[in-house]
Nanobody, 113 residues
């Protein structure tokens, strides 16, 4: 019953910011921990950041200090604030719900001058 619909990706220049949202729709009353993952061409999907319902966060070392995950529980939405973007950040970014297990469709982020 729960669906994730991330958006907000696009083409940005190196150093630029981006803040894609991931709103959850459907039966959202049991939503707890959520996360953002990404997958670059030819690579495995990797963890970017996670956040619990209480606001505890975890980040991949490659993005720590540059990215910030946050959530608005009233809106059932998780955000990923990405600053100081690098070409290496280029990937499809996926929103993830741990329980019930769900994946969003992904949003393309391309960092290029």
């Amino acid at each position: 019953q729960v669906q994730l619909v991330e958006s907000g990706g696009g083409l940005v220049q190196p150093g630029g910011p981006l803040r894609p949202p991931c709103p959850a729709s459907g039966s959202t009353s049991r939503i707890n921990a959520m996360g953002w993952y990404r997958q670059a061409p030819g690579k495995q999907r990797e963890l970017v950041a996670t956040i619990t319902s209480g606001g505890n966060t975890n980040y991949a070392g490659s993005v720590k200090g540059r990215f910030t995950i946050s959530r608005d529980n009233a809106k059932n939405t998780v955000y990923l604030q990405m600053n100081s973007l690098k070409p290496e950040d280029t990937a499809v970014y996926y929103c993830h719900l741990f329980a019930p297990y769900r994946w969003g469709q992904g949003t393309q982020v391309t960092v290029s001058s």
